[in-house]
């Protein structure tokens, strides 16, 4: 059984969790906040009884991970998200660069987004060389679009599947 919260409250201290957000301020709000974290990890110990186990998956569940593409490399996503698909952000040889798109694209198990903008402003403190103007890769953007289409060609039912 999970605890109420009184003790990691003690360890951790108020001023911590505020300073993570504001809205812990409210003790009902941070009551709420360990009441579902208690009964969610009480869920998941009912599938994974090793509390350790049960924990890494508590990390992983509904968790928003941003990687670079060479960090995603062998890992799957339902929703892959790439962004900034400019001419200007890829700056390997083309054959490296088009490996690496590849490798980001190819981590979607379901949902894949590529973005891109017109206008990318200087960020704060960067000193080198900066194209305001961005223009989408439209190469990468086909082969996005053409991965999309594979994969939904693939989860369709083939004419022997049909049982009329």
């Not at 201290?13 to 990890?41: C, W």
């Not at 949902?111 to 439209?138: A, C, M, N």
Request: net charge negative; glycine share 6%.
């Amino acid at each position: 059984m999970v605890g109420d919260g009184t003790g990691f409250l003690k360890q951790v201290g108020i001023e911590t969790l505020v300073a993570l957000s504001p809205d812990y301020e409210s003790s009902e709000r941070l009551q709420e906040v360990f009441r579902n974290t208690k009964v969610h990890i009480e869920e998941l110990l009912k599938l994974e009884p090793d509390l350790p186990k049960a924990l890494r998956q508590f990390s992983e569940d509904q968790a928003v991970r941003i990687l670079t593409i060479h960090k995603s490399k062998g890992l799957e996503f339902d929703s892959v998200i790439l962004m900034a698909i400019e001419n200007e952000t890829f700056f390997d040889g083309p054959d490296a660069n088009r490996c690496a798109f590849f490798v980001g694209v190819s981590r979607a198990k379901r949902r894949l987004v590529l973005t891109h903008v017109d206008r990318r402003d200087i960020p704060s403190g960067y000193t080198k060389k900066w194209e305001l103007s961005r223009s989408i890769q439209s190469e990468y953007c086909r082969y996005g679009t053409q991965f999309i289409e594979t994969k939904i060609e693939a989860l369709k039912p083939s004419s022997s599947d049909d049982s009329t």
